[in-house]
């Protein structure tokens, strides 16, 4: 399943080192006219190498738009964009083909197909988030018409000077929100916000947590102190706090919608690792070529993304 | 959106004092003979007061089965059940029907729809869950054939005994494990294993966070040490430790799944709330009736029906 | 796939000869009062015994509404319902259960599931479409409020009174109308108006054929016999003739939408006819019973309904 | 929606003179060698002017494929590929700008979005049909393997010559068969193998009536008549004739899958025609360029195409 949304639907395709990585947009609304800058912007903000904690492929991400467009503007039909893979230097992988390396999907992609690309990390590399990125941008654009804005900020982060000293990575965590959301957003039972909000977060490369408003320190607390009470502002209803993190039965109820994102440590580290190879015999990896130290602060761009997009298919 | 599932797929329906609740299972394979003795141990499990924390609430849960069924064997035509509300008592919820109980869905819920059944939180009340429990105990069934067992076991749990005093609530968390799921379960990008069984988790009432393996945890950990080294056991490919509880690049790889779900404290509490009704104005609220101080340890056995319905989903 | 639609869905369940039939409708608009009387005015059209070529079965069918709505109005919840299998007599087919009888779905079943109800057809019984006409009637009372008439009418059917004299049976065609629908409904490509009206018409038992507009005539036509001219009137723009039968494109032009559904005869016939049984034996077997003569005209309130559902759906 | 199937699922984009058009397909096995040389063969059989009916319009029609490769095999994730638009020529379409030509797409499509693009037709042509075949030449070639051959003979067609030289089109029927499909295939109620292949035909442009087995012409005979006796050949219980088209109760029986789709004439006609501007006000519009005077044969591919799509989602 490589669709997500069902108002507004990204379905991507791409693998790391293949020809091309990209995506299809059905149902984006017609008549829009696009900010390609805005989009570019936010590539950009994934790109490796813009920050110390960062790899250092160097890809240009040139986004080629294949449909739906007339004269930039939407025409309501699927919106189709790819970006070519032209960084790509397998040769780094070489050495990896036969090894499953720890934490990696190598091993439980080959369970499943009886095949991998092994090039990069083939469909499981970070890379093919990217055109979740696109599809983030252009649901921001629609709901900022709706004065709906999607923000993160980091709340934390392991040491990164200290890690890559030793070649080895670091996890943290972010926080999103979205302003702005109007109550009532949200179905009961399956379709909840959070429900459908926790899906999409583990989308994400590298992604082991997920909680809604005060999330696991609520189990902590009593009734008295969590529940939020409402007030009257403005003629508006309206809660005190926000433990909830502006979502009750499963629906927004118009105050912010915050949420905490877990990374774990990226699994390439830079240093000596024991493991198998393909049939089951013990070995020693070591991981070379371009990688990341954390997932943060690259990742902020693509949680903002993906609350994008099931805040823009819940408006819809 | 009532349903859950791509193959399995539950669809619930009813309010808490309402006619009736039940569900329609679809995809159920053909040719089992329903245990209806483990259907009904399982009800009990969420039966109200059957613990300290729990309820008075009482009702027979009776179960009727009105479709699907020939001499108690699957026709793999949709299985149809009920189980109508023989105790209710609307009369304790009077008082309620002007006013929002803060951290209810009340409010929310009048937001989407305009309208609300206000007896006993309607639709949003913790008994429309028990159709997931019928669904869930079916889904263990079918998974037992395959050898995998579903469980779970209290991590962490509130002070009872001295929130019961004060007429308050409290939290907790659940840890659930998924025992002998095959490796190569999941889809990459949307349709992970974690994607799902986050969705799910959320479909439980008063769930605010969710976490796989380590999950919060992985986020303070380096990639040395967060890593899961692969070892070969009795031919079998396998991880020396299980920090990813069982699940990378979002397929499962064969190691148990572990995950945790944590609670918030029920917002029915017995003691003064300020809040406003339905036309903004301030006013004070006591709940009065019949309340839990705990989701846990009722919701266990909903941890584990929507792990077992989301785990068959991709068996089947 | 027991379940119709993507806004407004319904989910039916039940055999023929089981505990009850029923349905699950998922997404009807909230604050609607419901005409019940209207419901079971749709539910008599499609009873048994009502006309000439019908068959004898008389049940009550009473309507069992079991949750979604308070004092009569719906809640934007669910809304089942279900009504019981009174009178049967599974005797009348006990001589049916080791034989397939011709052009019935005995055998399909059987290959599918292994397994199948063979009391008076089971989840196969035309029995099965009462769901479909409950929910339908709920769909045309929305669909009138926005001045949407589905209506239909008889264009052929065999000579029933020759026919019954020789335990015979005749099939037909319906015509379909859908008036007042608005331009601008259906999806390009796969979610054309008219590809969900085609889905939807199949569902009705017997159906073999279905034509937009004039349909199969069309082919023997040419361009400038077929086309639709556009001409003003009023200030709106509509087509001089409709052989287009409203759609274009897959998608309304605003004028009726018309359309014909073939009903094949009802395999049901009195007279001997040569068959095997299940162990491949061949057989004679003579179906006795109550049969209709013809699915017409009873199955006009169900091409209606399947019409509703399918407008009712591209209108939320 | 323009994704169609459950689980080979393709989703297509692309407007007739945009820059490419193409497909992702979702859900093809793993460790398949694609058979290049038969999707280019496919794409073959529908390209334009091959036959004397045929338009004139000469595209290289290359395939580029974008993902879901290794060295030619499949890896599981989805197949992007797409056929870059080279040989357009949007200056004849300029006239076109303002005017609704009759029995075309223009009118609806600028109703449901205000918008279209009016170089040939925009998503609405026949060229966005070309993605399909490329998807059923794989489904094809899937299907070969499990002995299911997809084939299709023109049943009807009007007069060619005469219409050429009136600058008129005509219409026709062409008959599509399914060999080989084993007994079990399709779902009760709403996925039945009938409503899907019914679903499928309409996605085609210029379908206007679809049947199964005897279709229409069951309408007329008596049940005596049309049903099939079952006899037992060769240890296979199968049918002595087949008025049912394979398919009873929606689920196929073992025998040949027949069914017949009829199209309306091209709408595209070289003589003058009268009809309204954008704003209503008649006029009179001679539709110049490269067109077919009929969608068969040219359409036989793609009937092919539709049903391998069905056939191989059935199957997975």
Redesign the interface.
């Known amino acids: 399943?490589?669709?997500?949304g069902h108002r507004f639907?990204i379905?991507?395709?791409?693998?790391s080192h293949?020809?091309?990585?990209?995506g299809?947009i059905?149902g984006c609304p017609?008549?829009i006219k696009l900010d390609f800058d805005f989009v570019n912007e936010e590539l950009s903000r994934r790109k490796t190498a813009q920050s110390d904690s960062a790899s250092q492929r160097k890809e240009p991400d040139h986004i080629?738009?294949?449909?739906?467009?007339?004269d930039g503007?939407t025409?309501?039909?699927?919106?189709?964009f790819?970006v070519r893979n032209e960084d790509s230097r397998p040769d780094d992988y070489e050495d990896l083909k036969e090894v499953?390396r720890?934490?990696?999907?190598d091993?439980?992609?080959e369970?499943?197909?009886?095949?991998?690309?092994w090039r990069g990390g083939?469909?499981?590399s970070a890379r093919?988030t990217l055109p979740l990125v696109v599809a983030g941008a252009i649901a921001k654009q629609i709901l900022k018409e709706k004065n709906i804005k999607i923000s993160s900020r980091l709340v934390?982060l392991?040491d990164v000077v200290e890690?890559r000293k030793?070649g080895?990575?670091?996890?943290?965590?972010l926080e999103g929100r979205i302003s702005g959301v109007p109550?009532?957003?949200?179905?009961?039972?399956?379709?909840?916000f959070?429900?459908?909000l926790?899906?999409?977060?583990?989308?994400i490369?590298a992604?082991?947590?997920?909680?809604?408003?005060?999330?696991?320190a609520?189990?902590?607390?009593?009734?008295?102190?969590?529940?939020?009470?409402?007030?009257?502002e403005d003629?508006?209803?309206t809660?005190e706090t926000n433990?909830?993190?502006g979502?009750?039965?499963?629906?927004?109820?118009?105050s912010d919608v915050v949420f905490g994102v877990?990374?774990?440590?990226?699994?390439?580290?830079a240093?000596p690792?024991?493991?198998?190879n393909r049939v089951?015999?013990?070995c020693e990896i070591t991981i070379k070529g371009r990688h990341d130290i954390c997932a943060l602060p690259r990742a902020a761009v693509l949680v903002e993304a993906m609350a994008a997009l099931v805040t823009v298919d819940f408006c819809l």
């Open positions: 399943m490589n669709t997500f639907r379905t991507t395709f791409g693998e293949g020809v091309a990585i990209g299809v059905d017609s008549q080629e738009w294949l449909s739906g467009l007339l503007v025409l309501g039909t699927p919106l189709a790819m499953f720890p934490s990696h999907a091993f439980t992609y369970q499943k197909y009886g095949i991998r690309d083939g469909r499981a093919t934390y392991g890690a030793k080895d990575t670091v996890g943290g965590i109550a009532g957003l949200g179905e009961p039972m399956f379709g909840k959070s429900s459908e926790a899906h999409a977060m583990f989308a490369p992604v082991k947590g997920f909680e809604i408003g005060d999330g696991f609520l189990a902590s607390m009593r009734g008295s102190e969590a529940n939020d009470v409402f007030v009257e003629g508006i209803i809660t433990h909830s993190g979502i009750q039965g499963g629906i927004t109820n118009g877990a990374f774990k440590p990226l699994p390439s580290i240093v690792q024991r493991t198998v089951g015999e013990p």
